[in-house]
């Protein structure tokens, strides 16, 4: 399937049930209890608040694939994606190229690995654990779950599915990491391992497809190794694992086009998986990749001036759960002068200033500051996000 023309039909996959970056859990559980009959839903364990974690089965192929997403419960875009993918699946059922994945793949998907973190926009479970280092010692209900379905199902290649802070560049330059990814390490040393081969291949595959909409914006974490990560510790079974970062298109908090754009890998993913396509493909252009660097803040007011300073205020979005809704909260996080960081917004001020969220200035504001909006002797400036963006 053309990628191009996917990209122009999403619409026609995309759940607008899930449109938030909060994930209602029960809306969630409404879409998987009524599922069409080629995906089986299979119960694989409860959480520590004993809400069930569910496995989708589709495909009757020998190539196992096992994905799982809000491992993070605040992590929410690749769950979107894909649930997009299980409409496309559906939707495009008598189109040859589905139908020739699913004889030849089994896609296990855990759309909600921590049930208790998604339904409290936490990124922890309900017992303060991160499940992405709890991968070596399973000390948690949810993670002793994905490790008997692991081992279940014997997967040929793991999806680590995450979402990653708007602070992300792709390499040093003015370029936002709008998605990322990683080939995980399977020891300190970093061996080219036969597995960590093939996540390398299928990430320079998925890169090479994604360039075409967002060239010079795709990134790869830190190799480092931590064996309490999941993804280490399933590449180091010998299973090929990939990570999946959902990161920040500008001017998209909502995420909607990274959705999109993750959808399409995991479309090509398929493809490549299922064709074998991916084993032309030199590992070493890996290397070759953007590293990821923080070096992106969401906002910049330059050259803001009181009492002969002239600073940058840098301010970043915190996001915070209100009713079922993510609000984002603008906090200052740095004052300095010629800041380095690289803005998603960045607005000249070069005026004094005089009140800020409406009250008069008496000294500069303290850091961690909620900033709503400024006024100079001539300008207003707001930072206040409005309701839903885009």
């Avoid at 208790?116 to 209900?141: E, F, S």
């Avoid at 692991?150 to 680590?160: A, E, R």
């Avoid at 959808?263 to 990821?292: C, D, G, H, R, W």
Wanted: net charge neutral.
């Amino acid at each position: 399937m053309d990628l191009k023309s996917l990209h122009t039909s999403h619409h026609l996959y995309q759940d607008n049930v899930f449109s938030d970056r909060y994930l209602s859990l029960d809306k969630l559980h409404s879409f998987m209890n009524s599922l069409p009959e080629a995906f089986k839903l299979i119960p694989i364990g409860k959480s520590v608040n004993q809400l069930p974690i569910y496995a989708v089965q589709w495909g009757s192929g020998v190539k196992k694939i096992m994905a799982w997403s809000l491992m993070h419960g605040n992590e929410t875009t690749t769950t979107k994606s894909l649930i997009d993918l299980v409409h496309f699946l559906d939707q495009e059922k008598e189109h040859e190229f589905v139908k020739e994945i699913s004889k030849q793949v089994q896609l296990n998907m855990v759309f909600s690995l921590n049930p208790d973190g998604t339904k409290a926009y936490t990124r922890v479970n309900a017992n303060g654990v991160d499940l992405n280092r709890d991968a070596l010692q399973a000390t948690q209900p949810e993670m002793k779950a994905l490790h008997q379905l692991y081992n279940t199902i014997k997967p040929d290649l793991c999806l680590n599915l995450h979402g990653q802070r708007s602070i992300f560049s792709a390499g040093n330059a003015n370029e936002p990491a709008i998605v990322s990814f990683l080939a995980p390490a399977v020891n300190e040393t970093r061996s080219i391992t036969s597995s960590r081969k093939t996540s390398m291949q299928l990430i320079v595959g998925l890169q090479n497809a994604l360039n075409s909409f967002i060239p010079k914006q795709i990134g790869t974490y830190d190799d480092a190794f931590n064996p309490n990560c999941t993804g280490d510790y399933f590449q180091g079974l010998g299973t090929p694992t990939i990570l999946f970062e959902a990161g920040h298109f500008p001017g998209d908090y909502q995420r909607t086009e990274t959705r999109k754009l993750i959808f399409l890998a995991y479309v090509e993913l398929l493809k490549q998986f299922t064709t074998e396509s991916y084993k032309n493909i030199p590992y070493k252009l890996y290397m070759n990749i953007p590293k990821n660097q923080k070096l992106f803040v969401d906002v910049i007011l330059k050259e803001v001036s009181y009492k002969g300073k002239c600073l940058d205020f840098v301010v970043q979005y915190e996001e915070h759960l209100q009713n079922e809704h993510v609000i984002f909260v603008p906090k200052l996080i740095r004052m300095e002068e010629n800041t380095s960081y690289f803005a998603h917004q960045t607005i000249l001020v070069e005026d004094e200033l005089v009140f800020i969220n409406e009250d008069k200035v008496n000294k500069l504001p303290v850091l961690n500051t909620i900033i709503h909006n400024i006024r100079t002797k001539t300008k207003f400036f707001s930072l206040k996000m409005v309701k839903n963006p885009k």
